[in-house]
Nanobody
Framework: QVQLVESGGGLVQAGGSLRLSCAASGRTFSSYSMGWFRQAPGKERGFVAAIPWSDSKTDYENSVKGRFTISRDNAKSTVYLQMDNLKPEDTAVYFC?????????????????WGQGTQVTVSS
């Protein structure tokens, strides 16, 4: 069992920045690919970004490409999402998730472990 805990959410004005963190339990963090998803009320949970355990190409949803950056620090068992140039449509609860898969990481059903989520609110 893997425990994931997100932090770093909050209220920010449009054009501002936030950095989300996701801390994982256990000593096998480097064996998991990590993803970020987000969900607004009344909408399906959607893919945001992912980083494989193999450290091959990261992947981003088109609307965040060029604005968000996913990274990981295996020594700290932590994955990050740096969010710049935030827009009101980025408002959602952001979740981190873990999978042993390393391919097609935009597919939500691949993920076995999920955090509780952290709220991001972007005002205009």
């Amino acid at each position: 069992q893997v425990q994931l805990v997100e932090s770093g959410g909050g209220l920010v004005q449009a054009g501002g920045s936030l950095r989300l963190s996701c801390a994982a339990s256990g000593r096998t963090f480097s064996s998991y690919s990590m993803g970020w998803f987000r969900q607004a009320p009344g909408k399906e949970r959607g893919f945001v970004a992912a980083i494989p355990w193999s450290d091959s190409k990261t992947d981003y949803e088109n609307s965040v490409k060029g604005r968000f950056t996913i990274s990981r620090d295996n020594a700290k068992s932590t994955v990050y999402l740096q969010m710049d140039n935030l827009k009101p449509e980025d408002t959602a609860v952001y979740f981190c998730a873990a999978t042993r898969s390393a391919t097609n990481l935009f597919i939500i059903r691949k993920y076995d472990y999920w955090g509780q989520g952290t709220q991001v609110t972007v005002s205009s």
